[in-house]
Nanobody, 122 residues
């Protein structure tokens, strides 16, 4: 139901755009989130967006650098990542839950895509 793509190797200061294709939701309201997990660290929320109101959340570490957007016609969510830093290196996952509001805890998300690796070289 969720497929993330767009990861790769980029130099510090560079940009990448991640894409998440989703399908199969039966409820009219859902939230799509981006999470990341670096080696030896817990999975953390990066950003999320609600499909109805387009409300967004950003982790403090990415505010001003990352931008989440959605295309409800194409069933796609994007994460534009600019000014990348070495500490952004991680496997990035898109996830979703059907319901209302923003969610920044992995446990509230019911559906997960496979990860896409982002490596930022210094």
């Amino acid at each position: 139901q969720l497929q993330a793509s767009g990861g790769g190797l980029v130099r510090s200061g560079g940009s990448l755009r991640l894409s998440c294709a989703y399908s199969g939701f039966t409820f009219h309201s859902y939230t799509i989130g981006w999470f990341r997990q670096a080696p030896g660290k817990e999975r953390e929320a990066v950003s999320c967006i609600t499909n109805k109101e387009g409300k967004t959340y950003y982790a403090d570490s990415v505010k001003g650098r990352f931008a989440i957007s959605s295309d409800n016609v194409k069933n796609m969510v994007y994460l534009q990542m600019n000014s990348l830093r070495s500490e952004d290196t991680a496997v990035y996952y898109c996830a979703a839950f059907e319901g209302y509001g923003l969610g920044y805890l992995p446990k509230v998300y019911d559906y997960w895509g496979q990860g896409t690796l982002v490596t930022v070289s210094s």
